[in-house]
């Protein structure tokens, strides 16, 4: 392994937060990624109509299907009033959730939320969800019904204009959208902000509705997988699969100069030790087939880090089950690993969870730094028949009990954008 690059300041994840298919908190995670048991069900994103697409990454212990927050139903572990809640969406309402779990982990008081030196930085689609409905009042009232919350509850920033305020968070606050690549770069610029100096910490927060209106237009776009068995539809890498499976929830972590993490005795997870991103030029939708975009940002981010190929140990794939994105990933990773005789275990959780988009890259940000922490490996899930590009990669089909001591984690999105993460287990 090279030296590391030259920064002013370390960057530790330092808490975490959950509300996913796979669990709603770390502990419930941690078993369910330990023991490769996926979150996917039966889902009806129009009930009483037969669709092609039946399951998704369903998310237990909520109800917001309605559109009405008074009929909304969450654990009992939460306390929201009436004024927190009619400015939310139902992702909003899993962000509160999964930041209310980070805040008690990362042992973060009100006093440091508020200093100024502790940022924001968010990533969802907004709520089509509930913008349908909004839209529908104004047409069908000829513009005499207009919800006062109608916007802020519905597009892209909803998370930024929720949780800044509630909070008091006085720092930077940002939000990101490049689909499913955006909460990776919130990552990426996070860590170079607190590198920086520019900032001591900074929370990151993805979440997304799991509604018709957010999920199942991707069926439009023949992305969906159409298998009706939850124990197969999200097979990544396998020559079989047809498409992602759709889930929703929320993820939160905490981005902290390793100085702040230790004086407050906040748990670390591992080191943000290097990021880079890079685009494909090629096409809005579909990836570049050789995987070149995605390639360049797996050495840029290596070369950031400091840290050779054969030095990682395991690669966290962006691989969501469909045909063309999953074939240009595996011929991205034999550019940069097998090219330079590098072997790192490789799986992609989204086997387990289903494709959670923009907030994708927190949520399996954070179950790398369960790996890190908590000492093991997650396995390809779901992996029968092997794409015949898979030959000579290491994916193994179970758990691996070993510790990764550095791992990069892949995320790509629409239009090209393609960012890669190094992280390794934290050591003084």
């Known amino acids: 392994m090279s030296a590391p690059a030259a920064n002013t300041n370390r960057v530790v994840i330092s808490g975490l937060g959950f509300v996913s298919s796979i669990g709603n908190d770390a502990a419930e995670v941690t078993r369910n990624l330990r023991e490769l048991r996926h979150g996917l069900a ?82 969802s689609a907004g709520s089509p969800f509930l913008q349908r409905h909004y839209l529908n009042q104004l047409h069908e009232s000829a513009g005499g019904r207009i919800h006062p919350m109608g916007v802020v509850s519905t597009i892209p920033g909803t998370l930024n204009f929720n949780l800044a305020p509630h909070y008091h968070i006085q720092g930077a606050v940002c939000g990101f959208v490049s689909a499913c690549a955006s909460t990776a770069h919130a990552i990426g610029y996070a860590s170079d902000d607190i590198r920086r100096g520019r900032q001591q910490r900074i929370l990151i927060v993805g979440a997304e509705d799991l509604t018709s209106e957010s999920t199942y237009s991707f069926h439009g776009m023949r992305a969906l997988s159409r298998n009706a068995d939850p124990a197969t539809a999200s097979r990544p890498f396998d020559r079989d699969r047809d498409g992602f499976v759709g889930t929703g929830g929320a993820a939160a972590l905490l981005l902290e100069e390793a100085g702040s993490a230790a004086a407050r005795g906040a748990p670390v997870y591992g080191e943000v030790l290097g990021w880079g991103q890079a685009s494909d030029g090629y096409n809005m939708a579909i990836a570049e087939p050789e995987g070149r975009g995605l390639a360049e940002a797996m050495r840029r981010a290596l070369a950031d880090a400091g840290v050779a190929p054969s030095a990682v140990d395991y690669l966290n794939a962006h691989a969501t089950s469909t045909p063309g994105g999953d074939l240009a990933e595996l011929r991205a990773i034999k550019t940069v690993f097998t090219a330079a005789g590098a072997r790192p275990a490789i799986s992609s959780t989204k086997a387990l969870t289903g494709h959670a988009l923009s907030m994708a890259a927190a949520l399996e940000t954070g179950f790398c730094a369960l790996a890190l922490r908590e000492g093991f490996t997650p396995g390809q899930a779901h992996l029968v028949n092997p794409d015949p590009e898979c030959a000579g990669l290491h994916l193994p089909s179970a758990t691996l009990p070993a510790a990764p001591d550095i791992i990069l984690k892949n995320s790509s999105g629409f239009g090209g954008s393609n960012v890669a993460l190094v992280l390794r287990r934290w050591r003084e």
């Open 42 to 123: 039966p889902h009806p994103f129009l009930p009483g109509i037969d669709l092609p697409v039946k399951v998704a990454g369903t998310i237990k212990g909520f109800d917001t299907r309605s559109t009405h927050h008074a009929e909304w139903r969450w654990p009992e572990r939460y306390t929201f009033t009436r004024d927190m809640l009619r400015s939310l969406p139902p992702h909003g309402l899993h962000a509160f959730c999964a930041v209310e779990q980070l805040l008690a982990d990362a042992r973060l008081t009100p006093e440091l939320l508020a200093d100024g030196a502790t940022g924001l930085f968010t990533a």
